[in-house]
């Protein structure tokens, strides 16, 4: 459509410009032409700002296509490339539960919640990451692992929205904890 003659005008213009060509990288596909959209987020250097949003895009390109191989295998070298990085172990869990492994996933969240550096980032962003962590748990059958991950999440954030309406519905959903009779 209109996007795509725009995006592909734009990079007429400012061909090396990182955003330009993530403007049309998704504007290709978002109009069916993922093969070349994919070229062209692979063509991002490894110290540009825009590369983590390019490799997002990839995996989620990927991932919608049901090439979750390809998602997993672009996932996994950049998170052997940059083991560190918070946002890189994300797309890695992302890809890795598009593609069902949830004991990957499970393993990627419990790693990231259990770093020195984990108590450094920002309450709302640990909640993100329990909250994370608790739903995998709770698609995997581990309602008592995903309560506890809950519960650790709101004494960060008590007031979480999303935390307290998992718990509340998830709690109605098994009949409420009822107190045991002595």
């Not at 895009?57 to 997993?72: C, D, E, F, G, W």
Request: charged fraction near 20%; hydrophobic fraction near 45%.
């Amino acid at each position: 459509g209109e996007g795509l003659v725009l995006a592909r005008a734009a990079h007429w213009i400012a061909p090396t410009r990182p955003n330009v060509k993530l403007a049309l990288a998704r504007a290709l596909g978002a109009n069916g032409l993922a093969g070349d959209a994919l070229v062209l987020l692979n063509s991002f250097e490894a110290g540009s700002p825009y590369r983590i949003v390019a490799l997002e895009s990839r995996i989620n390109m990927l991932i919608a296509a049901q090439n979750t191989a390809s998602a997993v295998a672009i996932a996994t070298q950049a998170v052997n490339a940059a083991p560190k990085s918070m946002a890189v172990k994300l797309l890695y869990a992302r890809a890795q539960e598009a593609a069902g492994n949830l004991p990957d996933v499970i393993a990627t969240y419990r790693q990231m919640t259990g770093t020195p550096e984990f108590s450094r980032i920002i309450p709302r962003q640990q909640a993100g990451y329990r909250l994370l962590l608790a739903s995998a748990l709770d698609k995997s059958g581990d309602w008592a692992g995903a309560k506890s991950e809950l519960e650790k999440l709101l004494v960060v954030d008590s007031n979480n929205a999303q935390a307290l309406n998992y718990l509340g519905y998830s709690l109605l959903e098994r009949g409420g904890e009822r107190a045991k009779e002595t």
